[in-house]
């Protein structure tokens, strides 16, 4: 639901837009996140002690937003939550994700290239990064 409300903006409205969700929208996500995952003991899932869909889809959230132009900033706030960011971690050594990001079929240059487009005005990120998928996260 929030791709909408940061991303695919009128390029005058980025900015603002993407502080506004960085300072209340994201932190809320954030904040409900993490007390559902303390309470699962901040093991790196969300149920029990194994992988679920939850897992997986927040896994998914983290790695999108570090594909936007602005995906250091949303990084830094998801880094500040241990128990979100201990999902990610825990997700992104399974060996299935990583050969799929790691896949032929482009995944991670693709989405450099794809969301390159929704830069703020000024802040677009050099081209020749993003095509080579030097921009990770």
Do not use: C
Not at 37 to 66: M, P, T
Not at 122 to 128: A, D, S, T
Request: charged share 30%; no cysteine.
């Amino acid at each position: 639901r929030t791709f909408s409300e940061v991303a695919d903006v009128p390029a005058d409205r980025r900015k603002g837009t993407r502080e506004a969700f960085l300072k209340y929208t994201l932190k809320k996500f954030l904040q409900d996140h993490e007390f559902h995952l303390q309470e699962n003991g901040n093991n790196g899932h969300y149920v029990g002690n194994k992988l679920s869909l939850a897992d997986l889809h927040l896994s998914n959230i983290v790695h999108f937003y570090g594909t936007l132009p602005w995906g250091e900033m949303a990084l830094d706030e998801f880094k500040k939550y241990e128990a979100v960011w201990k999902v990610k971690e825990t997700v992104d050594k399974l060996p299935e994700v990583i050969t799929w990001r790691n896949s032929d079929k482009g995944y991670e240059k693709g989405s450099l290239k794809w969301y390159s487009r929704l830069a703020i005005p000024g802040e677009e990120p050099r081209e020749k990064l993003v095509m080579m998928g030097e921009l990770r996260i």
